[in-house]
């Protein structure tokens, strides 16, 4: 079974930037595609960004240009840098595989960003 934890969420004001970090319990990275996925109040979860084992990356259209997902293997590490913050970007954020697994679904890490 393998367990996803998220972290580097937190409160930040419009124009900011967070660093999210998810590490799996057991190396999966160089056979699957990963991907960060958001969860606002009162909407589905959606998927933001993913990276393939090759480091190809894909995002949805609202983070184009502020959102950069990267993967460690050495550190068995996934990013989300998320740069220009706004408003509408505030949501629970998680990793899975992508596509999802859902009994790999963690606690996620709460992005909140507000003045």
């Known amino acids: 079974q393998v367990q996803l934890v998220e972290s580097g969420g937190g409160l930040v004001q419009p124009g900011g930037s967070l660093r999210l970090s998810c590490a799996p319990s057991?190396?999966?990275?160089?056979?699957?595609?990963m991907g960060w996925y958001r969860q606002a109040p009162g909407k589905q979860r959606e998927l933001v960004a993913s990276?393939?084992?090759?480091?190809?990356?894909n995002y949805t259209d609202s983070v184009k240009g502020r959102f950069t997902i990267s993967r460690d293997g050495a550190k068995n590490t996934v990013y989300l840098q998320m740069n220009s913050l706004k408003p509408e970007d505030t949501a629970v954020y998680y990793c899975n595989l992508n596509p999802p697994i859902n009994d790999y679904w963690g606690q996620g890490t709460q992005v909140t960003v507000s003045s």
């Open positions: 057991k190396s999966i990275f160089s056979i699957l595609r």
């Open positions: 990276i393939t084992w090759a480091g190809n990356t």
